[in-house]
């Protein structure tokens, strides 16, 4: 009887946290190269989380400046959002860690630059001031 009372709770409740794990994002923490092949090839919406002060100094072209730390980040991201990849970015990868956990439930695609603008500067890809 248990294991009857067993498979129904478990009829019920995976198919459920499937659905509720569905609408979640798929995050991608990627190298450099592959951020700039990613954003030359895809169609993404490229976010620098940084604070605007940051962005001023440099930033990747084409890049939107949404601070991170903004209390309206999340919303500003999603009125801007027009195609189903993020591409997010910061100084070394710990605030557009930061980002994509604020916007794991829009169900998009989420390339995120593992360490970061000071990396790709190292690795001598393009700026603009």
């Known amino acids: 009887m248990k294991s009857i009372k067993a498979l129904f709770i478990l009829g019920i409740f995976l198919p459920l946290m499937t ?5 979640k994002s798929d995050l991608k923490s990627v190298s450099s190269q592959e951020f700039k092949k990613i954003i030359e090839s895809k169609s993404v919406f490229l976010v620098d989380v940084r604070t605007e002060g940051e962005f001023q100094s ?5 890049a939107t400046n949404i601070d991170v730390n903004d209390p309206d980040f999340a ?9 189903k990849s993020l591409a997010l970015y ?3 990868g710990n605030r557009s860690k930061l980002a994509a956990s ?6 998009v695609t989420i390339y995120e630059l593992n360490s970061g603008f000071k990396d790709w500067v190292q690795a001598g890809l393009p700026v603009e001031n």
């Open 58 to 62: 440099g930033h990747i072209k084409g």
């Open 75 to 83: 919303s500003k991201v999603k009125s801007n959002l027009k195609v």
């Open 90 to 92: 910061c100084r070394s």
């Open 19 to 23: 659905f509720c794990q569905s609408s």
């Open 102 to 107: 604020k916007l794991s439930e829009m169900g």
